[in-house]
């Protein structure tokens, strides 16, 4: 059964109380983005007590520094003027559950959703699958804190990624809700 009442019955509500929203200005009030994991168990309007309009937030499953994302958070900067940056990976991510491997080897026995056990992921579909997740970096996560370190290096370094913008990197603990800081990944994020 589709959730698409439920959406729409939602929206309907929020539009009604909507308010003087849509005169909100086009860059975050606040001056700042976030790249955090896509995982439905992270709110970044909470945990980073954020109000809309105040920033950019970035989603993608781990988190991560993929060109996407730094496109995102260059558009950001350049054009909307955002002058600091967060890089929030989670704990308990299910990036950490399966390497490019895995899922390469998910895809090409069938499309169909793999399922979570204790040995990791299995595919239970009866395909057929596709080969062409061989051509994907997936960006799976080996240790949380090195990968917030990575991706915060890659953002530092990038060419189009000026010296001037402190890009500070966290873990969101699922369990307490508290942002726990890597030390590593924000000294490699230091403003030059």
């Not at 996407?68 to 958070?73: F, G, Q």
Request: hydrophobic letters at 40%.
């Amino acid at each position: 059964m589709s959730v698409l009442p439920e959406v729409l019955a939602a929206n309907a509500a929020y539009a009604a109380d909507f308010g003087d929203k849509g005169s909100l200005a086009l860059p975050p009030a606040r001056g700042f983005a976030v790249l955090t994991c896509m995982d439905a168990r992270l709110d970044p309007a909470r945990y980073a007590g954020l109000a809309e309009g105040d920033a950019h937030v970035i989603r993608n499953a781990g988190g991560r520094a993929s060109d996407d994302a730094i496109r995102s958070l260059v558009i950001s900067y350049k054009l909307l003027g955002t002058k600091e940056w967060f890089v929030i990976h989670h704990s308990d991510c299910g990036m950490e559950f399966f390497t490019d491997e895995v899922m390469r080897g998910l895809l090409a026995s069938s499309l169909e959703t793999a399922r979570l056990g204790p040995d990791g992921f299995t595919d239970i579909g009866t395909g057929p699958g596709s080969r062409e997740g061989d051509y994907i970096d997936w960006l799976t996560i080996a240790d949380n804190p090195s990968s917030v370190t990575a991706d915060v290096t890659r953002i530092r370094n990038h060419p189009l990624v000026p010296g001037s913008i402190p890009i500070h990197g966290f873990i969101y603990d699922v369990r307490t809700g508290r942002l726990i800081e890597v030390p590593e990944a924000t000294e490699a994020g230091r403003a030059r």
